[in-house]
């Protein structure tokens, strides 16, 4: 692939690169807030014990328990 | 200028890396690159298919020139797959959902909302097809090429239903004004580049000659129906076709 631009790509590479640092801490801020808040989902870690079968099958449930857990 | 780009370089990386070292948890660290660089995906391919669809209306043209419009298309797109792959990799690496790459590669196999991870997995078995057609060009020919890149809107609707109903943080402002923002503004081209084909049809419909005038044409100055087509076709082809190497 010939790099017509090269400097307009790099920028777009750059300004993804920095969105998925941002979005990284996005998210990891964003598990906070939902521990912090009381949200239902983060009951969910008292089934952390479950099989990992039923860990996947419980989508919302079980990323708010990891991220309960991450706080 | 080289130092130039090293520094900015450096920059970006002490960024991510600032970023990866924040989530203090580094056990979590596959899920959140996981969930960060499917948004980034999916912003990707919404400027992915916003370029495209500036390239063929030629909506851009006064804007900047369109060889960089379908340049940054190209490239972007590229991205999408980059950025679906440390997605899709990623989850590879965590210890809770122990996703496996036929779950990855294969539609169904996930045990997690299969429905909505398969839509993940075939938006992005699409987006490498189309993606991979961009250098498959010469070889298939210029319609089977752009017949292909139809399935781009399939790949961009699989992976904003992927992107709500399997995502994590469809709730959060950002997330959704992310989807909002991109329903806006790939429905708005859409309907543009619609309206565009419409016009040119129509505009070739009135001007279309009877029989016999077709024939008085055909025998006078060529078939005016030769002409429209050729316009017609020209309106609707890629227009950086000829750009581009």
Request: no cysteine; net charge positive; aromatic share 0%.
């Given at each position: 692939m010939a790099a017509n631009y090269p400097r307009a790509r790099a920028l777009v590479a750059g300004g993804a690169l920095l969105a998925l640092a941002i979005g990284v801490d996005y998210v990891h801020s964003g598990g906070q807030d939902a521990a912090v808040s009381g949200d239902p989902g983060s009951t969910a870690s008292a089934s952390t014990n479950s099989p990992a079968g039923a860990q996947a099958t419980q989508a919302p449930a079980a990323s708010r328990a990891r991220t309960s857990r991450a706080s | 200028m080289k130092l130039a780009r090293t520094a900015v370089a450096v920059t970006l990386a002490s960024f991510a890396l600032g970023a990866v070292l924040s989530a203090a948890d580094l056990s979590q660290l596959p899920w959140y690159v996981s969930r960060a660089s499917g948004l980034v995906a999916f912003a990707l391919l919404t400027g992915s298919m916003i370029l495209g669809l500036l390239v063929s209306t030629k909506a851009a043209d006064g804007v900047m020139p369109r060889a960089l419009v379908f340049d940054l298309h190209q490239f972007m797109s590229v991205l999408v797959l980059t950025f679906t792959g440390v997605h899709a990799g990623s989850l590879l690496f965590d210890t809770y959902l122990r996703f496996s790459p036929v779950d990855l590669l294969v539609p169904f196999a996930a045990p997690y909302r299969p429905a909505w991870t398969a839509a993940g997995v075939i938006a992005g078995w699409l987006a490498g097809l189309v993606t991979a057609s961009f250098w498959a060009r010469k070889r298939i020919g210029q319609r089977n090429w752009r017949r292909l890149h139809y399935a781009s809107f399939a790949a961009y609707v699989a992976a904003l239903g992927h992107g709500i109903f399997a995502g994590t943080d469809t709730g959060r402002p950002l997330v959704a004004w992310l989807y909002l923002g991109s329903i806006a503004a790939v429905a708005a081209l859409m309907a543009y580049r619609?309206?565009?084909?419409?016009?040119?049809?129509?505009?070739?419909?009135?001007?279309?000659?009877?029989?016999?005038?077709?024939?008085?044409?055909?025998?006078?100055?060529?078939?005016?129906?030769?002409?429209?087509?050729?316009?017609?076709?020209?309106?609707?082809?890629?227009?950086?076709?000829?750009?581009?190497?």
């Open positions: - | 619609i309206g565009q084909a419409r016009g040119a049809h129509g505009r070739a419909g009135t001007r279309r000659p009877t029989a016999r005038g077709a024939a008085g044409a055909r025998g006078r100055s060529g078939s005016l129906d030769r002409e429209h087509g050729r316009s017609q076709q020209h309106s609707l082809q890629h227009p950086a076709r000829s750009e581009q190497p």
